[in-house]
């Protein structure tokens, strides 16, 4: 694993939208994988300021979320498909038949994973998969369990990752308590990955990312194994290392 540390969210942020922008420039036709949560925000917005300054053409590239909570469709303000849609989708030029995110709904949730590690492959497997990571060192919502998810699946939220979320809904009752995520597996068999993480309440996790054992209580710490992973911190998130 590659880590880089930078003063500050802002340049971190930078980084990250840095290493994608050249990816696309590389390849134009990049299958990229994206998170959302707060951490990914600043890389967005930067990739939406090099697109409308002409640096970035989105046309061809095909993107892949890396999850969405069960039970909340594309509508649901907290989805998400909204999310990327407001947060970055609806500011470039990527086709909207481009963009994929997990479906949350239906009567067959298991199916829909099915379905989306089977066109993850079918699109010829993830190119650079960006990343944030949870507190609890949990990567897409592939929570702290006993074992690693290979592919996509539908993934209990544990009690700690309730409560992180719940700022966004009324209250924790409100918050969905499964979602369907791309495994550990998944994650790992992309050809690139980039996680992103900023902020002393991330710094734990990255401890034990990077010095702890590698173990599915620590899904992140998975990452080490990746031969090609890039991970950018902030001082505060780098702070225990
Ligand atoms: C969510 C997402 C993760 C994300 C994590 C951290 O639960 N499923 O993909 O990395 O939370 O979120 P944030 O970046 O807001 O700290």
Do not use: W
Not at 85 to 93: A, G, I, P, T
Not at 119 to 128: E, F, N, Q
Not at 144 to 165: G, H, M, Q, R, W
Not at 194 to 202: N, S, V, W
């Amino acid at each position: 694993m590659q880590i880089h540390i930078v003063k500050s969210p802002e340049l971190a942020a930078e980084a990250a939208a840095t290493l994608i922008a050249a990816a696309i420039l590389e390849n134009p036709d990049l299958v990229l994988g994206l998170p959302t949560g707060s951490s990914p925000l600043g890389a967005y917005r930067a990739l939406i300021r090099m697109h409308r300054e002409g640096l970035l053409d989105f046309s061809k590239v095909a993107t892949y979320n890396l999850d969405e909570y069960v039970g909340l469709d594309g509508t649901h303000e907290q989805s998400y498909r909204r999310f990327m849609d407001e947060n970055l989708f609806d500011h470039v030029n990527i086709p909207r038949e481009n963009t994929h995110v997990p479906s949350g709904v239906g009567p067959d949730p298991e199916r829909n994973a099915r379905d989306y590690e089977a066109a993850i492959l079918s699109a010829g497997g993830i190119d650079l998969q960006f990343m944030g990571i949870g507190r609890n060192g949990h990567i897409g919502f592939n929570e702290p369990s006993d074992s690693f998810a290979d592919k996509t699946a539908v993934i209990a939220l544990s009690p700690s990752t309730v409560e992180a979320n719940k700022r966004f809904f009324a209250s924790a009752d409100d918050v969905p308590k499964t979602a369907v995520s791309m495994g550990v597996g998944t994650i790992l068999r992309a050809r690139r990955a980039l996680l992103l993480a900023t902020g002393r309440d991330k710094a734990e996790a990255i401890r034990g990312m990077v010095n702890g054992p590698v173990t599915p209580m620590l899904p992140a710490s998975a990452l080490r194994f990746h031969p090609n992973c890039v991970a950018i911190l902030d001082e505060a998130a780098a702070s225990l290392l």
